[in-house]
Antibody, heavy 119, light 107 residues
């Protein structure tokens, strides 16, 4: 079965850190660029970060640049998002998504994991 | 960033109706546009890419058209299962951006 499954969400205080994971199964993970996309009450759907199939290249949205870091382990078919200096407007549902055509659009999504930033 | 604007924000239609959703880009994105369907509590699902190419397994009542700055998603005959919010997304710019969504309600 083809799926992506996120984990690691939860409650965190402002200024804190959290690491999200995404386990992939049923497809050749190392062939695909991977992304994190979040859905927040304030901005709706927002692309967060992208990583190339090899892991050599990464890109970030302006709102998370310098605070978040995306990485992957192709041997373990896993994707990660390290989130630091968290703010209230980072609250939302975080999805991992695989991208076709060099990560352009998102053809497979996980079920999402909820991150709540609050004191 | 390229801004994507959808209209209407909400629409209510009857089963069997033809439904059209519009997405406008703040600059030309050629045909670099995807459409997604999101049902309540679920992740988005890819419907259409390259503005008009139907994703495998998506019912043929869904279609997309447009290029440049104006795009449409059409449901030719609305079904109860189509109750959802629909989003457009541009991928012309590496900073991918989504529209704010159109909620489709069944009368």
């Amino acid at each position: 079965e083809v799926y992506l499954m996120e984990s690691g969400g939860g409650s965190v205080q402002p200024g804190g850190s959290r690491r999200l994971s995404c386990a992939a199964s049923g497809f050749t993970f190392s062939n695909y660029e991977m992304n994190w996309v979040r859905q927040t009450p304030g901005k709706g759907l927002e692309w967060v970060a992208n990583i190339s199939s090899s892991g050599d290249n990464t890109h970030y949205g302006d709102s998370v640049k310098g605070r978040f870091s995306i990485s992957r382990d192709n041997a373990k078919t896993s994707l990660f998002l390290q989130m630091n200096s968290l703010r209230g407007d980072d609250t939302g549902v975080y999805y991992c998504a695989s991208g076709r055509e060099n990560g352009a659009y998102f053809h497979l999504w996980g079920q999402g994991t909820v991150v709540t930033v609050s004191s | 960033d390229i801004q994507m604007t959808q209209s209407p924000s909400t629409l209510s239609a009857s089963v069997g109706d033809r439904v059209t959703i519009t997405c406008r880009a703040s600059q030309s994105i050629r045909s670099s546009l995807a459409w997604y369907q999101q049902k309540s509590g679920k992740a988005p699902k890819l419907l259409i890419y390259k503005a008009s190419t139907l994703e495998s397994g998506v019912p043929s009542r869904f279609s997309g058209s447009g290029s440049g700055t104006e795009f449409t998603l059409t449901i030719s005959s609305l079904q109860p299962d189509d109750l959802a919010t629909y989003y457009c997304q541009q991928y012309y710019s590496y900073s991918r951006t989504f529209g704010q969504g159109t909620k489709v309600e069944i009368k």
